[in-house]
Structure formats: C-alpha cells, structure tokens
C-alpha cells in the first residue's frame, strides 16, 4: 500500500514537470513505457528482468529525451532492487540532455529522483522495523507460552509433591497410631480381661464388662482407622514402579495414566494383579519384553498386560469359559478380583500373553 501511494506521489510530481510544456507522443509513450516497466520489476522481483526493462529504458531514453520525465518513477524501482548501478547511464543521459539546455528541468528531474530514493528508503526502513516488531512479538508470544507452560508444570508437580507428602505422613499416622494407641488398648483389654478373671465381686463384674466391650470397640474402630489412613496412603504408581524395580527377568516398559484419586480397592487389585502377572512371566514364559498399560477412560479403569513369550496355540478366553481346574491358582486369583470389583477380564495367549482388564468406575 505504501509502494503504491509512494508511485502515485512521485507520477503527480513528474506530471508537475509538464507545466508549460506540449503534450507530445514522446511523453505519452514515454508514460506507459514507464507504467510498464514499474508494473514488471514489481510484479516478478527478478533482478534480470528488472536489468533489461532499465536498459531498455534507458536507450529509450537516450534517443527520446521526453522519456526522462518519468525518471523518479524508475529510481524508485531502483532502490527497491537495490540496483544503483542502473543509475550511471540514466544520470549519463540525463546529463548530455539536459545540463546546458534546460538547467532548471535537469534540477527538476534530479530533485524528483533523489526524491524517489529517499521514499524507497524509507519503506525500507520501515519494513524492516516492522518486521522486527513482528519478532519480537512473535518471541515475545512465544516466551510468555513457554512460561506459561512451565509454570503449569511446575504446579502440576508441586501438587503431585504436595500430594506424596500427604500420603507419607497419612502412612506415618497410621504406624504411629498402630504401633502405641493400639498397643496401649491391646495392654488395657488384657489386663481387663485379666481383671475380670479374678474378680469375685459381682457388683464390679457388670462395670468390667462394659470396660471391656467398650475398650474393644475402641481397638475396633482404631483399627478401621488405621486400615483406611493406609489404604490412602498407597501411590499405585510408585508402588508399581518400586515391583518393577524388583522384576530382573526382562526389561518392562509401562505407559501410565492414571488419576490420583483411584479408588482403594481398585488400587490393591491392580498392585495385586502385576504382581502375580510379574510371577507368572518368570516362571512360565520365555519372554524378552513386558509392557504394562494403566489408563483412565471417561467410565472405566484399563489395565493391560502383555509379555511377548511364544506359546505353541493361539487362544483367547475368560477364565469363566474355561474349566478353572487347568488354569493356574494365580489367573483364578486375577479373575476372582475383577469378579469382585464387577470388571471383564480377557486372556490372549499366542503371539505373547496378554492379560485384559477392565473395571468400571462405578463398581457393583
């Protein structure tokens, strides 16, 4: 836009250069030889075509001196290609046309093509400065997104610290509350008993009962307690991690994506599950590779595992279908797990041994 507003700036200054002057054929050929010339080295930007539409003007030129009227409209296409070089024969022409015979339109054209040069310039440096404003918001976009993710992530894992802490010192109450108020009540519910024993009177025999009923549902509830601060407190990833850890028989790759707030009992049986499946591919199988998948859907927990030992048939059942007396204790004790937690559970053997589970999220 600015291009084309400089180009009709510098045309009303060369058609200035008409004031008292005939409109010949020379000018008007001259004005579209020129239109011609600044409508190609514009539209293709090549520098050889921009090299003979400036020759060929300027021999033009030489042999009708008219056509230097439009001289700052190619001076301005000049500058823009950067080819000062074309200048020489232009000021040449320019020169033995018109320094002894017209001073005064010589200055004229001189004035409009240093004109021309000066707008170009600026362009320039405008579009460039542009074109740095343009980065450095394009950096700045992309620093503050850079930022912006490696705050979350550092919130992410600030809460998942925050969130290990909290298991850990829910595990660090439970021991402390088994291992002296459960231990107190259990010395108090001996020596109640103890007591009661040996009494032989009948009127403290009711109270030392109801000592006893009540120090016992004491240890009942302490221990429900207990059982339920460490259930909490088990992280079923690092639990996995630290059996995967233990498990030298062959590499394990395991993709895990799972939520924080997994359900207790669901918890234990894909602990349990790995476990046993980690045995039964040391024991059984002759494979080079587990993989160990854990994710979340919308309605449901996946779990899958598969170890790529070879066995001789290609099978696939669930263990309802087939007669549990040739299956091993430790696929009856997987499926009598999903069983309980209303899940599917599918066995693939082959190509590898694939066990697949699924548990709803809203267990029977």
């Known amino acids: 836009m600015k291009t084309l507003f400089s180009q009709l700036l510098l045309m009303s200054y060369c058609f200035l250069g008409l004031a008292g002057r005939p409109v010949s054929t020379d000018i008007i050929a001259g004005f579209l030889l020129a ?6 080295i514009f539209s293709f930007h090549a520098r050889k075509i921009a090299d003979i539409l400036l020759a060929a003007y300027a021999a033009a030129s030489f042999f009708h001196p008219a056509f230097y009227l439009f001289l700052p ?52 440096d405008y579009r460039a400065l542009d074109e740095k404003h343009r980065k450095t918001r394009d950096d700045s976009k992309e620093l503050t997104l850079l930022l912006q993710e490696r705050n979350q992530s550092l919130l992410e894992k600030q ?11 829910r ?17 108090c519910i001996l020596l109640n008993g103890a007591v009661q024993t040996v009494n032989q009177d009948e009127n403290c025999a009711g109270s030392l009962q109801v000592m006893q009923d009540t120090l016992s549902q004491a240890m009942d509830n302490i221990r429900s307690s207990v059982h339920n601060l ?3 407190s088990i992280n079923l990833q690092k639990t996995i991690d630290s059996l995967l850890r233990d498990f030298a028989f062959c590499p394990v790759h395991m993709d895990y994506d799972m939520p924080e707030d997994i359900p207790g009992k669901i918890r234990y049986a894909f602990i349990s599950i ?14 080079s590779l587990v993989n160990i998948t854990l994710r ?55 190509d590898g041994f694939e066990i697949f589970i699924s548990i709803p999220k809203k267990m029977k």
């Open 274 to 287: 790995i476990k046993e499946a980690l045995t039964n591919t040391a024991r059984h199988s002759s494979a």
């Open 73 to 124: 409209m190619l001076f301005f296409e000049i500058g823009q290609e950067k080819l000062f070089l074309c200048i020489i024969p232009f000021a040449a022409g320019l020169f033995y046309h018109y320094q002894n015979t017209d001073f005064l339109f010589f200055l004229f054209l001189c004035l409009g093509c240093i004109l021309a040069l000066f707008l170009q310039y600026l362009i320039n």
């Open 230 to 232: 460490h259930d909490d």
């Open 159 to 169: 809460d998942y610290e925050i969130h290990n802490a909290t298991l850990q010192e």
């Open 171 to 187: 595990n660090r109450i439970a021991r402390e509350i088994h291992d002296n108020v459960g231990h107190l009540l259990s010395r």
């Open 296 to 350: 979340e859907h919308p309605a449901m927990y996946q779990l899958i595992f598969y170890d790529n030992g070879q066995s001789g048939t290609k099978k696939s059942f669930s263990l309802p279908d087939r007669n549990q007396e040739n299956a091993g204790i430790g696929l009856i004790n997987i499926h009598d797990r999903v069983k309980m937690l209303g899940g599917i559970l599918q066995i693939k053997q082959g």
């Open 35 to 40: 239109i011609i010339c600044v409508t190609l």
